[in-house]
């Protein structure tokens, strides 16, 4: 694949290194941008200086929201190397996002070369203080020029990178979610279960709402019943309920998170009693109030494992654990954190070199 590279003139000072990066708001110097048309395929391949694009008035991301999105991590190990986690997973789950959005796709082969020279080319910005890493945000968006409602014959592709800290300002330490009873973030058949930007402005009226109130997130109950635990807003989530690992199965409303693909591999392979299936709000409240809800915690990319020491539903709070970090999650912390970042032996294939 023919990528074309035009260096910035004056490369930007990287971030010092007890500077604190919090999540998304500094980016590398260069992004990587191509377009699609019906007639021409994707073309046009280039890096280019991170900068301001321009987009004509009528484009349809603007209008109809098409727009899918990915995000992945680079991760420095102590020699100095970088490596990705499961790259291909999320180019397959990118592509998926495209055919349910109608956006065009890319050959899993053209898009793991792109990263992977992009990343090659921004490498001296993945930064190497413990818990840090290179975010990495892939994204799509329609792009015709006309008002009329119809899939999508332009597109445009970019990659824009971030050097990280954590995602949420409590690190690993246990989070507070509220659980959301009034709207809902995602229906079967719907885009739930894509990675979209429409699902994220869905939900921000409720996380603003639980924001106000203290909370980190919101829990997602089903869109249909409000009935079944789903997902939290930007993370999948786990429970121990009386030595029974549960998760919310995949049934088309909830994102198929890449980290809770992991720890479900990771739990499995090491004998845990591990079950994805429908767990309603009702059978949450009564672990939580028999005692039997042992440990909760979110998975995903930006935040890895967090800890949740705190649910709240329907006005009253319940502590997790006496919000403390529990065993499993602890142990699903060390072990992914430990391959990601190269500590430990990468037994399941997962790392992937960046040269
Ligand atoms: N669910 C939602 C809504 C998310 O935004 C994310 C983050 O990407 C996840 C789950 C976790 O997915 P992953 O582990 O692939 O990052
Ligand atoms: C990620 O974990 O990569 C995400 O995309 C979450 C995000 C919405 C901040």
Redesign the pocket.
């Known amino acids: 694949m023919n990528i074309n590279v035009t260096n910035i003139t004056t490369p930007s000072a990287k971030p010092a290194k007890d500077a604190a990066l919090g999540f998304g708001k500094i980016f590398t110097d260069h992004m990587f941008q191509m377009e699609y048309s019906k007639e021409q395929g994707w073309h046009d391949a280039r890096i280019i200086p991170f900068g301001k694009i321009e987009i004509h008035p009528a484009s349809t991301v603007l209008h109809y929201g098409s727009e899918i999105f990915e ?1 992945l991590k680079a991760y420095r190990k102590a020699d100095g190397s970088v490596q990705l986690f499961r790259p291909l997973e999320n180019i397959r789950r990118m592509n998926r996002s495209a055919e349910r959005m109608c956006l065009p796709t890319i050959p899993e082969e053209d898009a793991l070369e792109i990263l992977t020279k992009f990343i090659e080319h921004e490498k001296d910005w993945v930064p190497s203080e413990p818990g840090t890493s290179l975010y990495i945000r892939p994204f799509m968006f329609g792009n015709d020029e006309s008002l009329g409602v119809h899939a999508v014959h332009n597109a445009t592709f970019m990659i824009i990178t971030s050097p990280v800290g954590s995602y949420y300002p409590e690190g690993i330490n246990p989070v507070k979610i509220m659980i959301e009873s009034e709207d809902v973030r995602a229906v079967r058949g719907g885009t739930g279960e894509a990675k979209c930007g429409g699902n ?1 402005a869905a939900s921000n009226r409720a996380g603003e709402r639980a924001a106000q109130q203290g909370y980190s997130q919101v829990l997602w109950l089903d869109g249909v019943e409000r009935k079944y635990i789903e997902e939290v807003g ?1 993370m999948n989530v786990m429970f121990k309920i009386a030595g029974e690992i549960v998760t919310p199965k995949l049934v088309g409303s909830i994102l198929p998170g890449i980290t809770r693909k992991s720890c479900l591999e990771l739990l499995r392979d090491e004998g845990y009693t591990v079950n994805e299936r429908l767990l309603s709000v009702d059978e949450l409240i009564a672990a939580l109030e028999n005692g039997t809800l042992e440990e909760a915690w979110g998975c ?4 890895v494992v967090s800890p949740i020491g705190e649910l709240a539903y329907n006005g009253k709070k319940y502590t997790i654990n006496n919000g403390q970090i529990g065993t499993v999650t602890q142990h699903l912390y060390d072990t992914l954190t430990g391959i990601q970042w190269g500590v430990l032996e990468d037994s399941y294939g997962w790392t992937y070199p960046i040269k």
């Not at 995903?300 to 935040?303: H, K, S």
């Open positions: 995000g994220y930007a995903g990319t930006a935040a």
